[in-house]
Nanobody, 126 residues
Framework: QVQLGESGGGLVQAGGSLRLSCTAS????????AGWFRQAPGKGREFVAL????????YYLDSVKNRFTISRDNAKNTLYLQMDSLKPEDTAVYYC???????????????????WGQGTQVTISS
């Protein structure tokens, strides 16, 4: 059983940066691919980025490509999301999530993830 906990959210102006962290405990983090999702008020949970278990493959939502960078440090059981050039439309609760290494396709679908953090609020002012 893996427990995930996010930190690093906050309020920043458009064009600013934030770095989210997600710390895993209770299991071997390197056994899992890990990703970030977000959910804005009144909307469904949206895939943002995924990094594979070893950290050599990444996938992004088109609208965050070249602005967000996902990374991980398995020795520290930590997942990161560096967010630059933030826009008001990036405002949402951001969640980290983990899925098993043997998971098939559909990495952009929330239901394919086994573990979730509690979320951290990111608010971008215009």
């Amino acid at each position: 059983q893996v427990q995930l906990g996010e930190s690093g959210g906050g309020l920043v102006q458009a064009g600013g940066s934030l770095r989210l962290s997600c710390t895993a405990s209770g299991g071997f983090f390197s056994n899992y691919h890990a990703g970030w999702f977000r959910q804005a008020p009144g909307k469904g949970r949206e895939f943002v980025a995924l990094i594979n278990w070893i950290g050599d493959s990444t996938y992004y939502l088109d609208s965050v490509k070249n602005r967000f960078t996902i990374s991980r440090d398995n020795a520290k059981n930590t997942l990161y999301l560096q967010m630059d050039s933030l826009k008001p439309e990036d405002t949402a609760v951001y969640y980290c999530a983990a899925r098993g290494r043997s998971s098939g396709g559909g990495y952009y679908r929330p239901e394919t993830y086994n573990y979730w953090g509690q979320g951290t609020q990111v608010t971008i002012s215009s």
